[in-house]
């Protein structure tokens, strides 16, 4: 039980691993949308709510792949529902910072949507929204979740909470591109990995994190997302 969580944790060898497939399958994924037609931004946003789910659930396979083999050290662990109410709240105070950061960045910046697609997915019909939200507020997640809190907070954590917590959640910010969604993505990374070193589990990360991107999803599809 004490082996998985110290010598059997993930290090900077599943990091590595785990960091370079992130791109390279970004890249492939976005070479592969490039075939699609860019007339139908439905179809784009459906597909690109998605494909960080397969982008990050492949970097995992990788870094899972490479030496441990098996997923209680990578924060497959059993969680009190205590645990898992409490991230179903921070993910609501997250949407509420969410909120709060791009309504700030609206007014220093103007208008700069980089997720407009995933807005025309969510408001483009009943079929789309519910496709959108299965990739973007549940696969998604909890590909995010397995990669940067499973591998790379994990990982770190080993060297304390700066490290573990913060620079882990710059990292995950900086996979999410140069934009609003940075401070936006950092704060979402913040939560998390609070709760993953308070855990040890992702499970409630992965909670918090569909949360937020359910309430974003939502607000999309009424027409109340700030950058829309």
Request: hydrophobic share 55%; net charge positive.
């Amino acid at each position: 039980m004490i082996a998985d969580d110290q010598w059997q944790r993930p290090g900077w060898p599943e990091i590595l691993i785990g960091l370079v497939a992130y791109p390279v399958l970004l890249v492939s994924f976005g070479l592969l949308m490039g075939l699609l037609p860019s007339s139908d931004p439905v179809l784009l946003g459906v597909v690109g709510s998605t494909v960080g789910g397969f982008v990050c659930v492949g970097a995992f396979a990788a870094s899972y792949s490479l030496r441990i083999r098996n997923l209680r050290p990578f924060g497959f662990k059993r969680v009190s529902p205590r645990w898992l109410l409490t991230a179903a709240g921070m993910g609501i105070v997250g949407y509420g910072l969410n909120l709060i950061i791009q309504f700030t960045y609206l007014a220093w910046f103007g208008a700069n949507d980089p997720q407009g697609i995933l807005h025309a997915a969510a408001r483009g019909g009943l079929m789309p929204f519910l496709l959108s939200f299965l990739g973007g507020a549940i696969f998604t997640p909890f590909g995010e979740e397995i990669l940067f809190r499973d591998v790379v907070a994990n990982a770190l954590n080993r060297y304390g909470v700066f490290a573990g917590v913060v620079l882990s959640s710059i990292i995950f910010g900086l996979a999410h591109g140069v934009s609003v969604i940075l401070p936006v993505a950092i704060m979402v990374g913040l939560l998390s990995a609070i709760l993953f070193r308070a855990t040890g589990s992702v499970w409630p990360a992965v909670i918090l994190h569909c949360v937020y991107n359910g309430m974003n999803s939502i607000a999309s599809a009424v027409g109340f997302a700030p950058m829309q």
